[in-house]
């Protein structure tokens, strides 16, 4: 058995073409079966007023008073140390320096976030 041809092996013409092409259509349908009730979940959730995604980390009073300090001339390091987060799993800490300059770098364009 160990040494011998393997029974059941796909051979791509006759009844193996067909048996794939049939589990490929039912793959298919599954996924845009899932993709469907994933957007009717969704909907449903933003009509309670729930919204995906992580919490922000800057509030408008936020980037307001680092946009002031930035503009009185303050390093974006020491920004980001007087900030402290207001919400969600990082409560309490200060964001990122990183985040600091990407929150002062959306309002140089005068689009804002």
């Given amino acids: ?4 041809p393997l029974q059941g ?5 006759g009844h193996g073409a067909a048996l794939f092409a049939f589990f490929a259509g039912m793959a298919e349908s599954e996924r845009e079966y899932i993709r469907e009730k994933s957007l009717e979940g969704q ?6 007023g729930r919204h995906g995604g992580r919490p922000k980390v800057f509030d408008d009073d ?8 930035r503009a009185r001339g303050v390093a974006v390091p020491e920004i980001a140390r007087k900030l402290v987060i207001p919400a969600g799993k990082n409560k309490g800490a200060h964001p990122s320096v990183a985040s600091v300059y990407r929150v002062l770098a959306d309002g140089e364009d005068g689009v804002g976030r």
Avoid at 1 to 4: A, F, H, R, S, Y
Avoid at 9 to 13: K, L, M, R
Wanted: glycine share 4%.
């Fill in 1 to 4: 058995m160990l040494t011998g």
């Fill in 9 to 13: 092996v796909y051979d791509p013409s």
């Fill in 43 to 48: 909907a449903s959730a933003h009509e309670r």
């Fill in 62 to 69: 936020m980037i307001a008073y680092a946009r002031t300090l």
